[in-house]
C-alpha cells in the first residue's frame, strides 16, 4: 500500500494563537491586514462559526465562575489595541456574541483625567481588573503609555522607556494572581483606516465615532508602529503573550478572536469546585423538608 507523503504537509498550527504569536522579530510594515489566515474565507460561514461557539463559550465561563466560587482566582483578560478604526468596539459585539454578558466586564480607557494623573498610570488599570471567574475585555489599556505617550512626547523618553520592564512585572505580578492575558493587537493597513474614516464622515450616524485627533494620529502613523514594535516584541512574554489580528475584513477579525477565546478557555479548563458539605446529608435533609 502506498504511504501517504506527510513529509511534504505544511504542518498545521496548532492553535489559532500559535498563528498569531508575536515572535521577537514582528515588523507591522511586513504585515498583510487583508490576509485570511485560519477558518472560513467566506463571510457568512465565518459569522456562523462564531455564532456556533455561544454554547461551548458560555459552558466555559459558567465553569470558570463556579470555580471562583470554590476559591478559584482564575479569570481571562482581553487587552484590545489598535489604531482608530481598527474594530476594537466591533470586535467587543463578537465576543458579546458568544460569552455571556453577566460574566463580562469591559473597560474603556482614554486620555487620563487630572485625578489619574496624579497616579501611577497602572493604577486606573488596576482598578478595572476583571474580578475572580470573570472575563474582562480592555478597549485599549495600559499600553497607551508606551504607544501615544511616547509617540506624542507625554512623558520624556527616559519616563517611558523603564514602563516596559515595568509592564511586564505587572503582569507577571498579576498572572501569578490568577489573570490569563490574552493581548491582542487589532491590525489595519493605513488603506483601510483612510476607508473608514471617510466612511465616518459621510455618514451621519457614524460622525459621533469621528474626531479630528483622529487624523493627527492617522499623519503619525509610522512612529505609531515603531511604537507598537516595541511594545509587542518588548512585552510578549511566555506568561502575557502578544498576538496581532489582520483586521481589514472584520468577519475575519471576529473569528480569529472568538476562537482564540474560546481555545484559550478550553485550555484553562475551569473545574467546578466540590461541595463544601455532605451531599446525601443535604439530600436527606431536603427531602425530608
Ligand atoms: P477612542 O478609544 O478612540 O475612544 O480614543 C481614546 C483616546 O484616548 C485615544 O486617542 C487614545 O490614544 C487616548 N488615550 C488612551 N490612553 C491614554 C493615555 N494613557 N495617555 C494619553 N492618551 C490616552
Ligand atoms: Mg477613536
Redesign the pocket.
Known sequence: MPRKDKAKKKPAAASVRELLRVGPDFDPAAMDARRVLAGPADKAQALAQVGALAGEVTALQERLYAESKGGGKRRLLVVLQGM?TSG?GGAIKALDRIVEPLGMRVA?????TKAELKKH?LWRIEQKLPPPGTIGIF??SHY??VL??RVRN?VPPEEWEKRYDEINAWEKKWSDDGVVFLKCMLFISPAEQKERLLARLAEPDKRWKY?P?DVD?RLLWNDFMTAYQAALTRCSTDYAPWYVIPSDRKWHRDWLLTHMVAETLREMNPQFPSPDYDVAAETKRVMAS
Open positions: 482608530d476594537k474603556q480607557f482614554g486620555a487620563p498610570y478597549d485599549r497607551e503609555d501615544v505617550v507625554l474626531r485627533g494620529d
